[in-house]
């Protein structure tokens, strides 16, 4: 089958002339020129391989060929144009479904109240929350399953939108209650060069390396030696000795008899915010964030 070469151009062009059976009021509508017209309904009858207007020198009336066409091409137009206003609606309007996704670690009160007062804000908008698991984190978002992603804003992904911060978390470092750590105040990063940690081949890069760091300050090398697939499975190893985990505090998995949780001191916070597919955004996701820029990140 050969390539077709008819453009929306060529379309247009078409129907305002089937419309009009005037070169010179079909110029004046589409803003062009009369040679401009009859180059593009040319091309047109070259491309079908037919004529589909009789021209002479005082009218311009269709062929039945041109009729048909007309019929057909003026119905399927139409529900083109309109379902261009409809994405363009979408696109500026924030009515609608807004999916949110997020994490574990991610859920709190400063998510819970971003939502609140979008939903306050905006009324015809219905917001649905979900948890995404960590070994896919950006996968639901790429998909389209979800709208936003509430996750840490440590973002090295090129077609992602990293959104304003909403909460930021202190670190602190999860040992088991017996570990020789656990009598701390405080840990320094420097500590992590001589424990093993965990590692979650399916987390993202950049995210996994700003929370358990590849090299101490010194430039000695972190041991991520133990394979994880969930959070879970961190925290098991943890409470049995196995590994240390660097991670946030006020995180529920950790806070328990068999765990302490020790501040380090020089590691920055964690910031918490949404993430989108850039071609993605539309006008509830740009609402959605304009609210959370407008309440600022959580105290601490």
Avoid: K
């Amino acid at each position: 089958m050969s390539e077709v070469r008819i453009t929306l151009v060529h379309v247009e062009a078409f129907l305002t002339l089937a419309g009009e059976l005037h070169f010179g009021r079909t110029a004046e509508r589409l803003h062009l020129s009369q040679p401009q017209v009859s180059r593009l309904i040319a091309a047109l009858e070259r491309e079908i391989g037919a004529s589909l207007f009789e021209r002479t020198s005082r009218r311009v009336r269709l062929t039945p060929l041109g009729q048909r066409l007309a019929d057909r091409m003026g119905s399927a137009y139409g529900q083109l144009l309109a379902a261009v206003d409809d994405a363009r609606t979408d696109a500026r309007q924030p009515a609608g479904l807004l999916r949110i996704g997020f994490a574990a670690p991610a859920e709190g009160q400063a998510l819970t109240q971003v939502v609140e007062a979008f939903e306050a804000r905006h009324h015809d908008c219905r917001v649905v929350l979900c948890e995404i698991n960590v070994t896919d984190l950006y996968g639901p978002l790429r998909r389209g399953e979800i709208d936003v992603l509430i996750s840490w804003l440590i973002l090295d992904e090129p077609d992602l939108t990293a959104g304003p911060v909403i909460d930021s978390r202190s670190r602190v470092l999860a040992v088991a209650a017996s570990h020789p750590l656990a009598i701390r105040r405080s840990v320094s990063v420097e500590d992590l060069g001589d424990e093993e940690v965990a590692i979650m081949p399916h987390y993202p890069a950049a995210l996994h390396d700003a929370i358990t760091p590849p090299y101490t300050p010194s430039g000695r090398p972190v041991h991520r030696t133990h394979r994880v697939g969930t959070i879970h499975e961190t925290a098991s190893l943890v409470a049995r000795g196995r590994v240390i985990h660097p991670t946030v505090e006020h995180m529920p998995l950790f806070l328990r008899a068999d765990i302490v949780t020790i501040p380090i001191r020089d590691m920055p916070p964690l910031p918490l915010g949404p993430i989108w597919c850039t071609a993605h955004e539309n006008a509830r996701i740009r609402a959605f964030a304009e609210i959370a820029a407008n309440r600022g990140p959580a105290p601490s």
